[in-house]
């Protein structure tokens, strides 16, 4: 069974940087970051792989950068230039299966997922 704890999310203005964290437990082959805003479907953000391939979805290409530190078993998402349309919960997803490029950033892949954390950008 995999555990995930994101951490990190708080209240940024317009333009500012916010770094996510996502403690992982068990054995994963994809991880990847999602966001969910008030009555919108999930969205997928950026995904790493074991091998280090990312994937971003192209509103955030740019300005976040999806990492992993292997000894520590921890995702990072560092969000820069964050604007307020991306004001939504952020939730840390893994799967210990290969998923194919197209997939990636379909949350319905990921069968792992952390409890969320918020991420709120005022203007």
């Known amino acids: 069974q995999v555990q995930l704890v994101e951490s990190g999310g708080g209240s940024v203005q317009a333009g500012g940087s916010l770094r996510l964290s996502c403690a992982a437990s068990g054995y994963t082959y994809v991880m990847g970051w999602f966001r969910q805003a008030p009555g919108k479907e999930r969205e997928g953000v950026a995904t790493i792989d074991s091998d280090g391939t990312t994937k971003y979805t192209d509103s955030v290409k740019g300005r976040f950068t999806i990492s992993q530190d292997n000894a520590k078993n921890t995702l990072y998402l560092q969000m820069n230039s964050l604007k307020p349309e991306e004001t939504a919960m952020y939730y840390c997803?893994?799967?210990?299966?290969?998923?194919?490029?197209?997939?990636?950033?379909?949350?319905?892949?990921?069968?792992?997922w952390g409890q969320g954390t918020q991420v709120t950008v005022s203007s």
């Open positions: 997803a893994a799967t210990a299966r290969r998923l194919s490029w197209w997939s990636l950033l379909l949350s319905s892949q990921y069968n792992y």
